[in-house]
């Protein structure tokens, strides 16, 4: 009886919304293209998963940024190493930051990087360093290997080009902070770097940074795969 009533209930919410009469934010509609000026919500990442497969969809999405935060080219399917070949991909020269080399990315992964910055990075920036971001290091996003270089472990997210491995940030009023040098900082270089952690477990599929182990005391790996996992 009580699960009928909830079927009922559902059927009339269904009705609802394809009438119109209740309105789902774009953000929380799964059916609903992702746009980039949406906020992040756990939804985004299923948007951002479904377009994986989807080079048409996801490169419409990245268009969805105005031309002066993003700087990119889209790149046809290659395989750089015989055991990597790389699909659905872009080249990103730049975003609202500089990049201290431009890379490889997923478009999915350029698509996460983009809603990052826009709804967490450097809203945190403005918050806590009272200044932008103006450059943001890495050390690369396509590597052909499995998991820390073992022989037996799965591939990493790496020999995709589904995850950048970031070391630090440079802001517009010339601050620098790194992860090797600030992340047990306790004053507001610290908190930075903690909030850009947490504002990226909600943008990737999972954020590893150096709570989890030594191999990451320097950088955050910013990952596709999972679904806000955050170490
Ligand atoms: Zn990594």
């Not at 306790?186 to 709570?211: M, Q, S, T, Y």
């Not at 990451?216 to 955050?230: K, N, S, T, W």
Request: glycine share 8%.
């Amino acid at each position: 009886m009580r699960s009928t009533l909830l079927i009922l209930l559902l059927i009339g919410l269904g009705v609802a919304v394809q009438k119109g009469i209740i309105e789902i934010p774009r953000q929380w509609a799964p059916w609903a293209p992702l746009h980039v000026d949406d906020p992040v919500t756990p939804v985004t990442q299923l948007k951002l998963k479904r377009l994986e497969g989807d080079r048409e969809g996801c490169l419409a999405a990245l268009d969805t940024v105005p031309e002066s935060e993003l700087r990119y080219t889209p790149l046809a399917d290659y395989s750089p190493t015989a055991n990597c070949p790389l699909s659905n991909i872009v080249r990103m020269q730049s975003s609202s930051v500089q990049f201290n080399q431009s890379f490889v990315a997923s478009c999915p992964l350029a698509l996460a990087w983009v809603m990052y910055e826009r709804h967490e990075l450097q809203p945190a920036a403005e918050a806590i360093m009272g200044s932008r971001v103006r450059q943001v290091d890495h050390v690369g996003s396509f590597a052909c290997r499995n998991i820390y270089h073992r022989e037996n472990a799965r591939r990493s997210e790496h020999a995709t080009a589904e995850a950048l491995d970031v070391t630090g940030f440079r802001f517009e009023n010339g601050q620098r902070i790194t992860l090797i040098n600030h992340w047990n900082d306790e004053g507001e270089a610290g908190e930075f770097l903690r909030a850009a952690r947490d504002g990226g477990c909600k943008a990737f599929g999972n954020v590893i940074g150096p709570d989890y182990n030594a191999a990451h005391a320097d950088h955050f790996h910013l990952g596709m795969r999972g679904f806000r996992v955050c170490r």
